[in-house]
Each structure stands twice: as structure tokens, then as C-alpha cells.
């Protein structure tokens, strides 16, 4: 059985959303408004980010590269959790909405290789400008900014089984095309109304026990 994990960063890897903690940090008063309306839905994501980086000076780059690395607070059992799938010879993939600064110090202490999808800032200009991982392909409208479920659909051969870890809005689309869900926070409300097969969790040792339950109902959606 060939496994992929589809494993959010922002609040599933790490414990906060960085880039509303960033924006909170360095430029409170302007992003607030544009995270919350993002949160309604009435800004895309990419159109949000793409705004609230805008804001930000690249000459301060440093600054809040080191801010954000010092705030970025992993959830426990990750480790764990990698370890598992490795056992299994499941294939994780690290999608994040998130950018290289603070995803790859996080993932590249592990000791266990996995694929990394995330976004990059250009500090050419006097401002920081997003550029973007990977792009909604011709199946999706929904101006993601980094796409999931398009890096899904890269990644499948018609034999694969796939499985999403997360916590938000970001995360739905990509749910919405596995065969198996773990959610928290707002992702589990949108998984519960539509009735995809998942499993709560608080922490990664949540998902260990449910994995390493060899009669659980991941099983039987794999």
C-alpha cells in the first residue's frame, strides 16, 4: 500500500499561525485587519499574504527571521510521529502556507528525510514579496496561494492513498481529496459537517496512537 502524508505547518507542526504572529509582532495596527479578513473569506489567501508581506521592509528581514524562528513552538509527539510513518514506509510531505525561514529549520533537525512544499520571500526590492511555492492548477479557483490540493494531484499515480494532517481553511480543500483525515480547531468543524472519515487530535502522539492501532478506522479507508 503506498501512503502519502499531506502534513500542514501553522498550527499543526507549529503550535501558532507564524505569519499572524509575525505581522502582530511587526506591524500590528495594518495586518490585522487583512488577517481578519481572511479569516471571513473575504480575502483569498494568496491576495492576504501577498498584502501583509507588503508591509513589511526588507532591510528588517533578519529581524523577524529570528523572531520567528525563536516562536516557533513545535507540536509535541512530531518526532514521533515522523518516526511511525517511516516504519510504515508512508512517504510525508510537509505543505505549508508558511515560508523556507521557518519551516526548513524545524524539519531539517529531524532525522528522518521528508519533501518540503513552502513559499520563499524575494528581498530584492525595498519591501518583501512573496513568491510562491506552488500555485493552483487548472482544477482549482481558489487563489490558495501555496496550493495543496495541487500538490496532491502531482503526487498522484492512481495507486497512492493519502492522507492530510491540519487545522484550518487552508487545510479543507486538500481534506476534501484524501482518504483520511487527523484535524484540530476549524479543519475538525469542516470535516465533521461534510462527514470525511478523520480523527481528532490535540497533540502528534494523538495520530501515533491511531496509527500504531492496527484495527483502528484509518485502516479501513487505506
Known amino acids: 500500500m503506498n501512503v502519502r502524508v499531506i502534513c500542514d505547518f501553522d498550527g499543526t507542526i507549529a503550535e501558532k499561525d507564524m505569519i499572524a504572529t509575525m505581522m502582530r509582532e511587526f506591524v500590528p495596527d495594518e495586518a490585522e485587519p487583512i488577517i481578519q479578513a481572511v479569516y471571513r473569506g473575504e480575502k483569498t489567501v494568496r491576495a492576504g ?21 525563536r516562536n516557533t513552538v513545535v507540536r509535541p509527539g512530531f518526532q514521533e510521529f515522523i518516526h511511525s510513518c517511516g516504519q ?3 512517504k510525508v510531505a510537509i505543505v505549508s502556507g508558511g515560508f523556507d525561514f521557518f519551516v526548513h529549520p524545524v524539519i531539517h533537525s529531524l532525522s528522518t528525510p521528508v519533501d518540503i512544499y513552502c513559499n520563499q520571500l524575494d528581498l530584492s526590492g525595498p519591501r518583501c514579496r512573496v513568491k510562491w511555492g506552488v500555485l493552483c492548477d487548472d482544477a482549482c479557483t481558489g487563489d490558495c496561494g501555496l496550493c495543496k490540493p495541487s500538490v496532491m494531484r502531482q503526487l498522484a499515480d492512481g495507486q497512492t492513498r493519502f492522507i492530510v494532517v491540519g487545522d484550518g481553511v487552508t487545510d479543507f480543500k486538500a481534506a476534501l481529496e484524501a482518504d483520511y483525515v487527523f484535524a484540530r480547531a476549524r479543519l475538525l468543524d469542516l470535516v465533521r459537517d461534510q462527514a470525511l472519515p478523520a480523527s481528532p487530535f490535540d497533540t502528534f502522539y494523538d495520530i501515533v496512537d491511531v496509527i500504531e492501532d492496527g484495527g483502528s478506522n484509518l485502516y479501513a479507508h487505506l
Do not use: H, K, T
Open 49 to 69: 499574504v501577498e498584502e501583509m508581506f507588503q508591509l513589511l521592509p526588507s532591510a528588517r528581514f533578519e529581524e523577524i527571521a529570528a523572531f520567528a524562528r
Open 88 to 90: 510504515l514506509g508512508w
